[in-house]
């Protein structure tokens, strides 16, 4: 399956720096979210379900807890 993301409005975390090392995201689906690498805008992207990247989520708000 091929998803049109052509017109996606895409957006870094308020944590990335500035050194273009970070993922992008696109909100707008309920079932699922776009990602890709910031330093290669028009190369291949990642779609996670919506579950798979809430729990991607929550483990790192722990995680980043944990060793704070």
């Given at each position: 399956?091929?998803?049109?993301?052509?017109?996606?409005?895409?957006?870094?975390?308020?944590?990335?720096?500035?050194?273009?090392?970070?993922?992008?995201?696109?909100?707008?689906?309920?079932?699922?979210?776009?990602?890709?690498?910031?330093?290669?805008?028009?190369?291949?992207?990642?779609?996670?379900?919506?579950?798979?990247?809430?729990?991607?989520?929550?483990?790192?708000?722990?995680d980043?807890?944990?060793?704070?």
């Amino acid at each position: 399956m091929q998803d049109n993301l052509s017109h996606t409005v895409w957006h870094k975390s308020s944590y990335s720096s500035a050194n273009g090392q970070c993922v992008e995201v696109a909100d707008g689906r309920s079932d699922a979210i776009p990602v890709r690498d910031s330093k290669n805008p028009t190369g291949p992207h990642l779609i996670v379900g919506a579950g798979a990247w809430d729990s991607f989520i929550a483990a790192l708000k722990t995680d980043g807890a944990a060793s704070s």
